[in-house]
T-cell receptor, first 112, second 116 residues
Framework: AQSVAQPEDQVNVAEGNPLTVKCTYSVSGNPYLFWYVQYPNRGLQFLLKYITGDNLVKGSYGFEAEFNKSQTSFHLKKPSALVSDSALYFCAVRDIGDKIIFGKGTRLHILP | GAVVSQHPSRVICKSGTSVKIECRSLDFQATTMFWYRQFPKQSLMLMATSNEGSKATYEQGVEKDKFLINHASLTLSTLTVTSAHPEDSSFYIC????????????FGEGSRLTVL
């Protein structure tokens, strides 16, 4: 089965600094990878996805992610963090039957 | 963009009662919807795949008699938590894929169930 791992429970970044939220994947075949964001007591919002093509994927709200096949990683990045970026971020992978399997999530705190 | 609506957003019920949560795709048809459960400070656990016009497919360890799923139309799936107990208290989220447009998976806003 496909899976993703998010090694960090929490990431703290000062406002204006670049941020990275890590994700590694384990898949058989070509990976379909996603990043979602969740604000308190809300559903998930889609940020970006990688299916094929360029390794650098640009998404919503200035976020981007880099697909690295050799390192089996799909880290989420943003050049300059905003306080409003503080939220819970999920890396996810598409499994058989069109199911989406999520990582455990990483809580991002942007410090003013 | 496509919208998935869940209702109710919050529900409090007494132990032993049943609670129904609705998931609607507002501007697209969804032959398949997914139900997730999220425990506090934890990830989303896929509970089942809801298939329009047929039985839901449950993930291992999910009690199908406890969590009844009905997908009677192309825009509506319902999750009924039967004989709810405090351990069923959780945040339930549904999702549906808009194959007609972008193919993206959209999530509802979630329903927080509290069983007293």
């Amino acid at each position: 089965a496909q899976s993703v791992a998010q090694p960090e429970d929490q990431v703290n970044v000062a406002e204006g600094n670049p941020l990275t939220v890590k994700c590694t994947y384990s898949v058989s075949g070509n990976p379909y990878l996603f990043w979602y964001v969740q604000y308190p007591n809300r559903g998930l919002q889609f940020l970006l996805k990688y299916i094929t093509g360029d390794n650098l994927v640009k998404g919503s709200y200035g976020f981007e992610a880099e697909f690295n096949k050799s390192q089996t990683s799909f880290h989420l990045k943003k050049p300059s963090a905003l306080v409003s970026d503080s939220a819970l971020y999920f890396c996810a992978v598409r499994d058989i039957g069109d199911k989406i399997i999520f990582g455990k999530g990483t809580r991002l705190h942007i410090l003013p | 963009g496509a919208v998935v609506s869940q209702h109710p957003s919050r529900v409090i019920c007494k132990s032993g009662t049943s609670v129904k949560i609705e998931c609607r795709s507002l501007d697209f048809q969804a032959t398949t919807m997914f139900w997730y459960r999220q425990f506090p400070k934890q990830s989303l656990m896929l509970m089942a795949t809801s298939n329009e016009g047929s039985k839901a497919t449950y993930e291992q360890g999910v009690e199908k008699d406890k969590f009844l799923i009905n997908h009677a139309s192309l825009t509506l799936s319902t999750l009924t938590v039967t004989s709810a107990h405090p351990e069923d208290s959780s945040f339930y989220i549904c999702s549906a894929r808009d194959w007609g447009a972008t193919g993206e998976l959209f999530f509802g806003e979630g329903s927080r169930l509290t069983v007293l």
